[in-house]
């Protein structure tokens, strides 16, 4: 079976991003384990089942793109698929910083008797996701410009297609495998991720050509279901089980503490509504006399009231240009 017990059964490690180099430095490992991150993000939006394990696979694995280079990044990953759960958004920060929504997290209903009838320990989403589409990576480094990369969505798979991206896109040879497991309710009881990459000029291919194929399919999902069986959920235990000979080289970089984190605050919900043009805040005035911002990436709610809705839209007419 690939989810077991109750949330809470297992034991509870932090959360933390793993970077390390494997077979001589010649490709470079970083593992995931967000199982509390996802548990919040999920709890903050009510969501179970299928929606879960997209939302739980896209935020792993954009913790792992936010963690390739030196300097502190902000990696924006959406995966905007045409199925019945629409775009999938997820914040990531090297830092280990981490957040992100289901656009329609509802439109899945949970049926506990999907554990039982699937097929596979892993979960297959790509319906759910969609087929068609685009996965969009925007990497911001806090420079002038940002990067930006996408590719075409084939699967719905998010962690195969954010291996592809990886890939194709930014072009360095690349195995991601992210998996959240479930319990009978669908609620989330173990979130983690595992990427390997070539270094440059490293002749690492061959090791990742490797990796790929042993960790094809549900091997990883296995991996990580015997480990939350074993209350080993923790980055180096699931490297060395998941990897087997090739973790035999195993030298730890460095790691650090994931944790959910939403910067949004009612001055920024006020900068939002100070967007609008005077006009549409007065017609919202007289409409409505008040005003809620909703942030989409952690569910919370920001009322104005009529005065303070005067108050932003003097200050916008006042900072119109003229003309």
Not at 182 to 200: F, H, I, Y
Not at 212 to 218: C, F, K, N, T, V
Request: hydrophobic residues 40%.
């Amino acid at each position: 079976m690939w989810y077991r017990g109750r949330v809470g059964d297992e034991k509870k490690p932090g959360d933390q991003i793993l970077r390390s180099l494997i077979e001589d430095g010649r490709a470079r490992l970083v593992v995931t384990t967000a199982t509390q991150a996802v548990r919040e993000i999920c709890a903050r939006h009510d969501i179970t089942g299928t929606s879960v394990v997209a939302l739980g696979r896209s935020v792993l694995s954009g913790l792992l793109l936010a963690t390739l280079t030196k300097d502190e990044e902000q990696v924006t990953l959406q995966v905007l698929g045409n199925g019945p759960l629409g775009a999938v958004t997820v914040d990531a920060r090297s830092s280990g910083r981490v957040r992100g929504f289901v656009k329609y997290p509802k439109a899945l209903p949970w049926d506990p008797a999907t554990l039982a009838s699937a097929a596979s320990p892993r979960l297959s989403i790509g319906d759910a996701v969609g087929k068609q589409g685009v996965v969009s990576v925007t990497r911001d480094l806090g420079l002038a410009q940002n990067y930006s990369g996408q590719v075409a969505i084939s699967t719905g798979e998010i962690d195969d297609e954010v291996e592809r991206y990886l890939n194709t896109s930014e072009q360095v040879d690349s195995v991601v495998r992210c998996d959240t497991l479930l319990d009978s309710e669908g609620k989330v009881t173990a979130a983690a991720g595992l990427l390997v990459q070539t270094l440059p000029q490293a002749h690492g291919a061959a090791v990742v050509e490797f990796l790929r194929d042993s960790l094809r399919g549900p091997n990883f999902t296995d991996v990580l279901d015997q480990a939350l069986s074993q209350g080993k959920v923790e980055p180096v235990a699931l490297a060395r089980a998941a990897l087997g000979d090739c973790a035999g080289s195993l030298r730890v970089l460095d790691e650090r503490p994931i944790h959910f984190f939403c910067p949004c605050s009612r001055e920024r919900a006020a900068a939002t509504l100070g967007m609008l043009e005077p006009e549409d805040l007065k017609e919202m005035i007289l409409e409505t006399n008040e005003a809620q911002v909703s942030c989409n990436f952690c569910g919370g709610q920001y009322r104005f009231n009529e005065v303070e809705l005067e108050q932003i839209r003097r200050k916008r007419e006042k900072n119109r240009p003229a003309g």
